[in-house]
């Protein structure tokens, strides 16, 4: 069985940092489509950073420049490592997996498409 569990979050002043984690365990991850979602209260889910199956990375274009998704393959667990950090970035924030075999692609931020995801981490940012 596939489990998610993020860490890292917490309360920062705006320009501060955070790195978000996500460790997996039944996964086979070196394999897998793994994105960073989040979600701010009344607004949909929205994709922030995709590390796809093929090796490909995106983002959101508010995000670029400011945050970076990376993945510890030894440790088998994603990262978000966030910079730069406004006052727009607090949401609940949910690390999210494809099966394997299957690839984000260009609807990567795609909430639906996702197989398996986590409990979520809360990201505060105050002005």
């Known amino acids: 069985q596939v489990h998610l569990v993020e860490s890292g979050g917490g309360s920062v002043q705006a320009g501060g940092s955070l790195r978000l984690s996500c460790a997996t365990s039944?996964?086979?991850?070196?394999?897998?489509?793994m994105a960073w979602f989040r979600q701010a209260p009344g607004k949909d889910r929205e994709g922030v950073a995709v590390s796809d199956a093929d090796g490909i990375i995106r983002y959101l274009d508010s995000v670029k420049d400011r945050f970076a998704i990376s993945r510890d393959h030894a440790e088998k667990t994603l990262y978000l490592q966030m910079n730069s950090l406004k006052p727009d970035d607090t949401a609940m924030y949910y690390c999210a997996a494809l099966k394997i075999g299957r690839y984000g692609g260009s609807t990567w931020s795609a909430t639906d498409e996702y197989d398996y995801w986590g409990q979520g981490t809360q990201v505060t940012v105050s002005s």
């Open positions: 039944g996964y086979a991850f070196t394999g897998g489509c």
